[in-house]
C-alpha cells in the first residue's frame, strides 16, 4: 500500500516552460516533505524540502507547494532547463531525519 | 567537504553468498541511513543508525544487518542472498541534532551500489 503517490510516471516540457510534478500522500502524520533529482547512474541529489508548517518554499527555480487538507504537494520548476532532465522523488516523513518514504519517481524531459 | 561515497560500484553474487556493502558519510554528519531500490521503484527503507546504533528499520529481514563506526562510517550486510536482493543500494547520511524537538535534517545520499544476484 503505496502512502506517498506520484501518479504521472512521465512528464515533457519544452525549454522556458513551467514543470509541474505532483505528489500525493496518505499518511496525515508526515510533517516534512522532500524533493530529489536522480539521473542516471548517480544517487538523489536534494532539491528541495516544506515542513507541514508550511504551505510554500521557494529555492531559485525551484518552488513546492503543499496542500495539507488535500495530502497533496506540487514541485514548480520555472523556467524549465533541458539540464532539469531526470527522475524526480517525491519523499516524506513522520518524523524528520528518520525513514523517507518515496514515491516511484516522475521522469521530466525538457527539450530544447 | 566531502560528500556521501560508497563502495563498490558495482558487484555480482550468486544465490546464497553474502555480501557487505560500505558507506563513508558527509563531513560533519553523525546519522546513516540505508535504502534499497529495485528497478523502476523509489527508494525502499532498510534502516537508520545513529551514533552507532539502529535508530529505525523498515520491513526488511533480519539477514539484512548494519554496523556504523565511530567515525560515521556504515556497512551494509545481506547473508543467504535471494535473485529479489538485485537491486541499487543507496545510502544517505544527515545531521541529527541531540538537543531533541522539531528538527528538518535532509538525507543527502550516495551514488549507491548495483548489486546482481545470480
Known amino acids: 500500500d503505496q502512502q506517498v503517490k506520484q501518479n504521472s510516471p512521465s512528464l515533457s516540457v519544452q525549454e522556458g516552460r513551467i514543470s509541474i510534478l505532483n505528489c500525493d500522500y496518505t499518511n496525515s502524520m508526515f510533517d516534512y516533505f522532500l524533493w530529489y533529482k536522480k539521473y542516471p547512474a548517480e544517487g538523489p541529489t536534494f532539491l528541495i524540502s516544506?515542513?507541514?508548517?508550511?504551505d510554500k518554499n521557494e529555492d531559485g527555480r525551484f518552488t513546492v507547494f503543499l496542500n495539507k487538507s488535500a495530502k497533496h504537494l506540487s514541485l514548480h520548476i520555472v523556467p524549465s532547463q533541458p539540464g532539469d532532465s531526470a527522475v524526480y522523488f517525491c519523499?516524506?516523513?513522520?518524523?524528520?531525519?528518520?525513514?523517507?518514504?518515496f514515491g516511484k519517481g516522475t521522469t521530466l524531459s525538457v527539450s530544447s | 567537504e566531502t560528500g556521501v561515497t560508497q563502495s563498490p560500484t558495482h558487484l555480482i553474487k550468486t544465490r546464497g553468498q553474502q555480501v557487505t556493502l560500505r558507506c563513508s558519510s558527509q563531513?560533519?554528519?553523525?546519522?546513516v541511513s540505508w535504502y534499497q531500490q529495485a528497478l523502476g521503484q523509489g527508494p525502499q527503507f532498510i534502516f537508520q543508525?545513529?551514533?552507532?546504533?539502529?535508530?529505525g528499520r523498515g520491513n526488511f529481514p533480519p539477514r539484512f544487518s548494519g554496523l556504523q563506526f565511530p567515525n560515521y562510517s556504515s556497512e551494509l550486510n545481506v547473508n543467504a542472498l535471494e535473485l529479489d536482493d538485485s537491486a541499487l543500494y543507496l545510502c544517505a547520511s544527515s545531521l541529527k541534532l541531540a538537543s531533541g524537538g522539531y528538527s528538518t535534517d535532509t538525507q543527502y545520499f550516495g551514488p549507491g551500489t548495483r548489486l546482481t544476484v545470480l
Open positions: 563531513s560533519g554528519h553523525n546519522t
Open positions: 543508525y545513529y551514533r552507532e546504533e539502529e535508530n
Open positions: 519523499a516524506a516523513s513522520n518524523q524528520a531525519g528518520t525513514a523517507l518514504i
Open positions: 516544506i515542513s507541514s508548517i508550511k
